[in-house]
């Protein structure tokens, strides 16, 4: 049974009775003032085999990193202002886009200007209408050249100005 003393005393770790000098990093906030560290080096303390070159100095403290600002919480009264601009912007868009779009004011419908009496038609099938209603294409109807049915000629315009040319232009 020594025997298994003895080889049990070998495999625990002896103490050892020198202090090694343990460098720890500095924190990065400063410590408070009150307190002191327990346990200052001193060259006594220090391993006999290091030089004063080799001893451990001791390193300015640095500043400590600011701290990243904290997000800003907005109130509610911030978002709902950031709401109504962003509602303001999004109505001026609508209204450029808008402007962009409009159609013409004339709905397409081009205006026809009569040259020898100077009347000025809504649309090319007013024009004809109108002529015909008063009486002003009676040469050309007996002619047939409208048709059996001028009234119902929805290319009357189209034959008026082939018989006509230089009577009539667009306007607008």
């Not at 220090?46 to 701290?67: H, Y």
């Amino acid at each position: 049974m020594s025997t298994k003393k003895s080889a049990a005393k070998q495999n625990e770790p002896k103490e050892s009775t020198e202090q090694t000098p343990v460098l720890t990093p500095e924190p990065t906030s400063p410590p408070p003032e009150a307190t002191k560290p327990e346990e200052t080096q001193t060259p006594d303390s220090l391993p006999e085999s290091t030089t004063p070159a080799e001893q451990p100095s001791t390193l300015p403290a640095q500043e400590p990193p600011s701290p990243a600002p904290e997000p800003i919480t907005p109130t509610l009264e911030q978002l709902h202002q950031e709401l109504e601009a962003l509602k303001q912007v999004v109505a001026d868009l609508q209204v450029t886009v808008a402007r962009k779009r409009r159609p013409p004011a004339t709905n397409g419908k081009v205006q026809i200007k009569d040259k020898t009496t100077g009347t000025v038609y809504p649309s090319k099938n007013n024009a004809y209408q109108t002529l015909l209603k008063a009486g002003e294409l009676k040469t050309l109807v007996d002619k047939g050249v409208f048709g059996p049915v001028p009234e119902k000629n929805t290319f009357g315009w189209y034959v008026l100005v082939r018989e006509w040319p230089d009577r009539f232009e667009e306007v607008g």
